[in-house]
């Protein structure tokens, strides 16, 4: 598959639910969403330099603003980042930007941010190590990732596992174009061969679990 058939697939699953996404997302995750506010917070300090790949409408990165110096918020879909905006403006946060950027490249200089926050965004790329990869370059040295990711493979109630596979039938065929299933363990393999030392763990979520992962740049 091509960078740019890759891009649009991406891109168009998202676009579609840029609109309606915050009212349908918090009716069931809000309690994760402040829990992962929390988290990543804890991390920050006042002088930081942050980047949050895929942040959507900016629930997190908007969340995060008033404690560090300056947020940057990327997300692949327009759609996603024109409502990420209008937030920001609505909340008159001076310190928060948002672009349309894929994960996989971004315009940005090598050791550029104090922390990198990838929230509910590495089961649903088609290469999650490649954005890994992308935030291992841009964070400084020691500097922290902060992620939390949906794990589809760990064990759940029968009603959320027939939303799964019903999920897992849609990715078969094609209407949902990009999902891994991970355990936490598969999670936490990943993001240490990405070069990152694993510091902290949690579930913020049980059913999916959405499990929280707080990681250190290693060496490359």
Partial sequence: MNETIRQR???????????GYDRR?????????????????????????????GCGTGIIALGIAPHAAHVMGTDISPEMIEVARRKAE?????????????????????CTFDSVLVFNTLH????????????????KPSGHLVSATDCYAEPVPFPTRLKLEVQRLLHRVGVIPF???FTQEDLRRLIERCAFEVVETDVLHAAPVNAYVLARKGNS
């Avoid at 697939?9 to 609109?19: C, F, L, P």
């Avoid at 995750?29 to 506010?37: D, R, V």
């Fill in 9 to 19: 697939k991406e891109r168009s699953i998202w676009s579609k639910q840029a609109a």
């Fill in 25 to 53: 997302t918090m009716r069931i995750y809000e309690e994760a969403y402040a829990l992962s506010i929390r988290k990543a917070r804890a991390v920050l300090s006042p002088e930081h330099r942050v980047l949050e790949i």
């Fill in 90 to 110: 609505q909340q008159a946060l001076s310190n928060v930007a948002f672009r349309v950027s894929d994960g996989y490249a971004l315009p940005f200089e090598e």
């Fill in 124 to 139: 649903v790329v088609k290469e999650p190590q490649a954005l890994l990869g992308e935030a291992h370059r841009l964070l």
């Fill in 179 to 181: 999902t891994s299933y």
